[in-house]
């Protein structure tokens, strides 16, 4: 069956232009992660869905970040007004229910290049 | 708050021999463990995880990883490498019992393998 997909894959924003992001996750999969990947470090959280429900927003690094997902399935992230530090490469996960053993699937990210 | 240690950003090996990749957490509650691979241009892949039971864990492509509490390490082994495992690896740990925020993952910086004939 089809994984989790994301797009775009690739981005070139201005510095100060807004982008959104999009995640298609596996078909039926309750919990939707986001991370962010800088070049050379791991993933790390930034937001977490269950269903529609945005359950956890602690890793978001600013206001000027944004999710949503609205109907519980796909999910937007939004980013204003980029600024050069928002280049990485944005990961989506997404995971059958909320249990804590389960796997997350990963998308092949977005790479976002913020000039 | 929890946290991944993977020793070693870059490790070589050679086509046949041992892979050891290191990895050592810190949780304040008893913990699971991911070993996820990524290729380029991909997204990460989940190679084996630790929940409970047997502290030894099989995964894919051949590799194995053993949780071990009282060294609070979870290293990862693969007893013959091939070319087609240069990747990089992330370790990552998940608490148990979360309530509300689902199970988010912390990672490592990774390790990026590199296997040469």
């Known amino acids: 069956g089809a994984g989790v997909s994301q797009s775009p894959r690739y981005k070139v924003a201005k510095r100060g232009q807004d982008v959104a992001l999009r995640c298609d996750p596996i078909?039926?999969?309750?919990?939707l992660f986001w991370y962010q990947q800088a070049l050379g470090q791991g993933p790390e959280f930034l937001t977490y869905f269950q269903n529609e429900a945005q359950l956890d927003k602690s890793g978001l690094p600013s206001d000027r970040f944004f999710a949503e997902r609205p109907e519980g399935s796909v999910s937007t992230l939004k980013i204003q007004r980029t600024q050069q530090e928002d280049s990485a490469v944005y990961l989506c996960?997404?995971?059958?229910?909320?249990?804590?053993?389960?796997?997350?699937?990963f998308g092949p990210g977005t790479r976002l290049t913020v000039l | 708050a929890q946290s991944v240690t993977q020793l070693g950003s870059h490790v070589s090996v050679s086509e046949g021999a041992l892979v050891l990749l290191r990895c050592n957490y810190s949780s304040s509650v008893p913990p699971y463990l991911f070993w996820y691979v990524q290729y380029p241009n991909q997204g990460l892949q989940l190679l084996l995880k630790y929940t409970t039971g047997a502290t030894l864990v099989k995964g894919i492509n051949g590799f194995e990883a053993e949780f071990k509490k009282s060294e609070t390490s979870f290293h990862l082994t693969k007893p013959s490498a091939h070319m087609s495992d240069a990747a990089e690896y992330f370790c990552?740990?998940?608490?148990?019992?979360?309530?509300?925020?689902?199970?988010?993952?912390?990672f490592g910086t990774g390790t990026q393998l590199k296997v040469e004939l």
């Open positions: 990552a740990v998940s608490e148990m019992g979360l309530t509300g925020g689902g199970n988010k993952l912390t």
């Open positions: 996960a997404s995971s059958p229910d909320r249990g804590s053993y389960n796997e997350q699937f």
């Open positions: 078909s039926g999969h309750v919990s």
